[in-house]
């Protein structure tokens, strides 16, 4: 079956690839490789950013007294930890990556250049953004969002460990309701959680064509997406 979108970029939630408390749900990554290194087969450009939320949930917990640089800092250098994993497992796959930082680290990954990441894709290389935008007090969010507004991305799909947008906590709320479709400025104006707010304000100044929002307990759903179901929530201009 075609896919629906051409080049993507793909937003893994850290967390997502955990393991109840456990840094690493091996298998499940392997899962998530298998359905990036399918995506690639089928001629998709594909861009990654996976959060750190696995490793290091920021100013958050026992960490809340930390310096706030310092403490995104180290979810920086929490979503290389992840990042690597993800580029060993895809390329296990038998599909060429790369894997590059917003801040440079030059044994381990390529510094990220606009240019350079371009010409990966027209590769065929799965490309694995880390270190979010290399600044602190912005979410791997807004790194999604920035990263794929400068590599024309067609659409954001944002797999989370959640199964759409509701319009209350569906944690908390047993009577939240899922929301299918939704505009950027409802988003914003209604402070669902889609993104970061400054990640949602990137993709509408920006006409970023769709973010989907889909659960990731299933990576297959990340092909169902690519293949044209209507699953989880589609947030647009």
Known sequence: MAMIYKRVLLKLSGEALGDNGKLFDHEQIDRVAAVIGELSRRQVQVA?????????????????NMNAVTADHMGMLGTVINSLAMQDAVERQ????????????????????????????????VLIFACGTGNPFFSTDTAAALRSVEIGAEAILLAKNVDGVYDDDPRANPNARLLK??????????????????????????????????GLEQPENILRVMEGEDLGTTVHP
């Open 48 to 64: 990654v950013v996976i959060g750190a939320g696995n490793i290091w949930r920021g100013r958050q917990g026992p960490a809340a």
């Open 94 to 125: 038998g599909v060429l990556t790369r894997l590059q930082t917003a801040v440079e680290m030059t044994r381990f990954a390529e510094p990220y250049t606009y240019r350079r990441a371009i010409r990966h894709l027209e590769k065929g290389r």
């Open 181 to 214: 479709d939704i505009t950027y400025s409802e988003a914003i104006q209604r402070n669902l959680r889609v993104m970061d707010p400054s990640a949602l304000t990137i993709c509408n100044e920006n006409k970023v064509s769709a973010i989907r929002v889909f």
